[in-house]
């Protein structure tokens, strides 16, 4: 199995697990696929966010961005909004409603996470670390080489 798949299976585990007891959220999110996930964390990292950035950001097309982006508005995770400084730009930014759901699943996920590395010492923790700050070096070379 991929890295990748690894961390996505991992994260989905976790969510699952937080969801379960509580059938709002789970109606909610439960349905939610990585991509759409990887789109809300984006945009809980930049705030407001136009569909174009939103696309380069993610590398995906605008209209895929934009078709991702309706379908969390329709479930009253997103807002689009018209920028205040102009007002021809449209943004997009996380409801209210959803923000603190985001931020208590993104936190168990950090925790999660933290729990692992705690688990596994101190030293494999900072080889592990050394390991992917490697890898992240190596993905930003060959990106800058396309």
């Known amino acids: 199995m991929e890295k990748e798949s690894l961390i996505k299976d991992y994260v989905h585990r976790i969510f699952e ?3 379960a007891t509580n059938r709002k959220k789970k109606q909610l999110y439960g349905q939610l696929s990585y991509p759409q996930w990887r789109m809300i964390k984006t945009i809980r990292e930049h705030g407001r966010v136009t569909i174009t950035a939103l696309s380069d950001i993610l590398e995906v097309s605008p209209p895929s961005a934009s ?11 997103f807002l689009r909004e018209r920028d205040q400084a102009d007002r021809r730009k449209v943004v997009v930014c996380i409801a209210p409603d959803a923000a603190e759901d985001i931020d208590e ?5 950090l925790n999660s996470y933290e729990e692992m ?17 490697r890898v992240e070096t190596l993905l930003e070379k060959r990106k800058s080489d396309r």
Not at 67 to 77: F, T, Y
Not at 105 to 109: D, P
């Open 67 to 77: 078709a991702m982006v309706e379908r969390l508005v329709e479930k009253g995770i």
């Open 105 to 109: 699943f993104c936190e168990v996920i």
């Open 117 to 133: 590395i705690s688990d596994i010492g101190p030293e494999m923790a900072r080889t592990w670390c050394d390991i992917l700050i």
């Open 17 to 19: 697990k937080h969801i």
